[in-house]
């Protein structure tokens, strides 16, 4: 049984926290100086909580779950000691991570996104160059409990990871939305429009999955030849609305990049 030693005790934490204390693999504990939020992560899950970690040895995992602004005052003090660090932190490198605990490259990076929240998350996944296969392994099984994986070859790779699943949530909770709210224009009463909504946004994506189907030819199935998908989908192509979301990806992915390099 091994130790994973929670820095933060923010929603990702308490994600993570919710499938983890049922595995008989690890033993949790949780970093977190906000009074409030100590109180409600011991009540909830029964665990350990305290304002700062304990000393680390190579045969724990230290989960860094801080904000990425606040991650090197958090880390005044911390000694990785030759364990696993696993860093859910945007945009701050493995060398950065490395400088801030005792030059470790023992680090696995993680870049999450909600869906984590409700066990249907994606998460990438870059190894540093201490890291061995038995380390990705964990890093896997510990992700694995809240969603699925990749793994990228290169740490850059992880700016377009943020830029498709990271932030992908909002982009399709903006279309969502902005299909509810044409239906409440239309006349259809809110409640209705809601059920509308989640509904084809779920059985589309379930859909997807289990045809294992192109995502264009889906599309291709779903619209006949002048008919009322045909007129919906000649608008998103005059407006060349691929072309706007590329490009919305494309500053996503340039920001993610920024800030990596602002923050490093």
């Not at 945009?91 to 023992?106: A, E, F, K, Y």
Request: aromatic residues 6%.
């Amino acid at each position: 049984m091994k130790n994973i030693y929670f820095l933060g005790g923010g929603n990702m934490c308490a994600a993570l926290l919710s499938r983890l204390k049922t595995d008989s693999d690890f033993r949790l504990f949780v970093a977190e100086q906000n009074p409030a939020r100590q109180a409600f992560l011991r009540q909830t899950f029964d665990i350990t909580v305290e304002n700062a970690l304990p000393p680390l040895t190579a045969d724990d995992i230290l989960l860094l779950a801080v904000k990425p602004q606040d991650m090197q005052n958090a880390l005044q003090g911390v000694q990785a000691n030759g364990a696993l660090v696993l860093s859910i932190a945007a945009g701050l490198s493995c060398q950065t991570l490395s400088n801030w605990l005792d030059n470790t490259h023992r680090i696995v990076r993680i870049m999450p996104n909600t869906p984590a929240q409700i066990g249907l998350g994606f998460a990438g996944l870059f190894a540093d160059s201490g890291v061995s296969n038995a380390d990705k392994a964990i890093a896997e099984h510990i992700m694995n409990a809240v969603g699925k994986t990749v793994w990228v070859e290169n740490e850059d790779d992880l700016h377009t990871v943020t830029a498709i699943s990271g932030s992908g949530p909002a982009y399709v909770f903006y279309l969502m939305n902005a299909l509810f709210q044409a239906a409440c224009d239309l006349g259809m009463p809110q409640d209705k429009a809601r059920q509308s909504v989640l509904q084809t946004f779920i059985g589309s994506a379930q859909l997807a999955e289990q045809s294992g189907e192109d995502f264009g030819e889906l599309q291709r199935k779903v619209t006949s030849k002048g008919g009322t998908t045909a007129a919906a989908l000649a608008v998103f192509e005059n407006a060349q609305t691929d072309k706007i979301i590329q490009q919305a990806v494309i500053a996503c992915q340039n920001r993610s990049i920024e800030m990596s390099k602002q923050m490093g």
